[in-house]
């Protein structure tokens, strides 16, 4: 939609809009079951659309919803239609699970190309994708999307820090496709003595992905990999990657409003702000079929761009930050809700701590979910191989289900006074 006027690209999203929300409302009890913002009952024979405005009487969809109606109660297709099934970690034990139907994916693919191509890569270049486990699905919907563009593409395998970069040099890798976490930690390891030189790399196109990565950092990995950074915005429950991207003039983000059409909400109130204010991001799927994504809240605190791009991309942008409206943490661009880290520990002891906390640590140049729990009667042992091995236990169950690597400390009850 590059070449309409905006009263073209409005009416596309407007009838784009109409018929997500006709899916949606028609299809999927969870919709139907809902009031709008002031408490009505929407009713499905009269609801209509007129502008693209109207959409902020709609009540806001949330990550909780995503676990309650666990496996396939908010797909809007029949099973039949439905080529691929992804899950991810959500809110509690029940894992998010998200639909596509091969038009969702073809959707995607192109979505994922437009913002590869917005970062200057073309079929010459040679793509390596490295992720963490939790960000899986992200791995396939790049691999897709850049063989779309015929780049040549290396694609996401769980390997050692060592044999990343051994790819990295010898297969002549000239854009990676990592978070900033692990772009960071390859980085320091090539600065640690190693004889591998960042000269001696074909790297040229740094595309961090998962988590928002400021300007200094950037400068940083900029100069130690001497390659040009591009920041990706995405979902890591659904949909994907590649909602929003940097254009070339890496002045913020822009959303791809032919697929999504974002809003920036009040934290406190749910009212829609002016732009250039900071709040919450509100993205509404406008072309997924099988998942319709109405009004979700991502917890992802951004502001509109409010003059034009001279790029000539006509979407609008986003600064993102890395401030969040709610209580999950953000590790290695996977994002872990505090509920469900605390369900699962609960689930492999047998019983909840007594005292707990959780946050993001740094462990040498890896980024991790650090976990204190207290020792008190609860948790007691003579025997300090049982104590390490049922710590053992838990790492293992959190890295399984969370997809991020797990430090367990046990820790007594004065040590939590000044850290959680």
């Known amino acids: 939609m590059h070449n309409l006027s905006p009263e073209e690209r409005t009416q596309i999203q407007l009838e784009r809009l109409q018929s997500t929300l006709n899916r949606a409302y028609r299809n999927v009890p969870f919709h139907q079951n809902r009031k709008n913002r002031k408490g009505e009952a929407i009713d499905i024979e009269r609801f209509q659309i007129e502008s693209i405005k109207d959409l902020s009487n709609l009540p806001f969809m949330e990550r909780k919803h995503l676990g309650e109606y666990y496996p396939y109660g908010l797909f809007a297709v029949p099973l039949r239609d439905i080529v691929r099934i992804h899950t991810a ?83 002549k890798t000239s854009v990676l496709i990592t978070t900033p976490a692990s772009a960071s930690q390859l980085a320091g390891h090539i600065g640690s003595g190693t004889d591998l030189n960042p000269a001696d790399l074909n790297l040229k196109t740094l595309i961090l992905v998962g988590e928002p990565a400021g300007l200094e950092p950037r400068n940083l990995l900029e100069e130690q990999l001497h390659a040009t950074t591009w920041l990706h915005y995405g979902l890591s429950e659904v949909p994907g990657p590649a909602i929003a991207f940097e254009c070339e003039n890496h002045k913020g983000l822009h959303v791809n409003e032919d697929n999504f059409i974002p809003e920036i909400v009040d934290i406190e109130t749910g009212e829609l702000l002016p732009e250039g204010e900071t709040g919450e991001l509100i993205l509404t799927a406008l072309t997924t079929r099988a998942f319709p994504l109405i009004r979700f809240k991502t ?35 996977v994002k872990v809700h505090q509920k469900l880290i605390l369900l699962h520990i609960e689930d492999a002891l047998g019983f909840v701590p007594g005292r707990y906390c959780f946050f993001k640590s740094q462990q040498g140049e890896t980024s991790c979910l650090e976990v204190w729990i207290t020792v008190d009667d609860t948790l007691f042992s003579d025997e300090i191989k049982a104590l390490e091995k049922l710590m053992k236990t838990v790492e293992d169950k959190l890295h399984e289900n969370i997809g991020v690597p797990v430090s367990i400390r046990l820790k007594e009850k004065h040590s939590f006074q000044n850290h959680c």
């Open 299 to 333: 917890g992802d605190r951004a502001r509109f761009i409010q003059d034009t791009c001279s790029c000539g991309c006509p979407f609008k942008r986003i600064e993102w930050f890395e401030e969040r409206t709610d209580d999950m943490l953000l590790i290695n661009g």
């Open 89 to 171: 970690s959500g809110t509690t034990l029940n894992p998010t699970v998200s639909g596509y139907t091969r038009h969702d994916l073809l959707v995607w693919q192109e979505m994922v190309s437009t913002a590869l191509t917005a970062s200057k890569i073309t079929a010459h270049d040679i793509l390596q994708i490295n992720l963490d486990p939790g960000l899986a699905n992200w791995g396939r919907d790049y691999k897709d999307g850049a063989e779309s563009i015929e780049a040549s593409v290396i694609p996401n395998t769980h390997l050692s820090i060592e044999k990343q970069l051994k790819v990295l040099k010898d297969y």
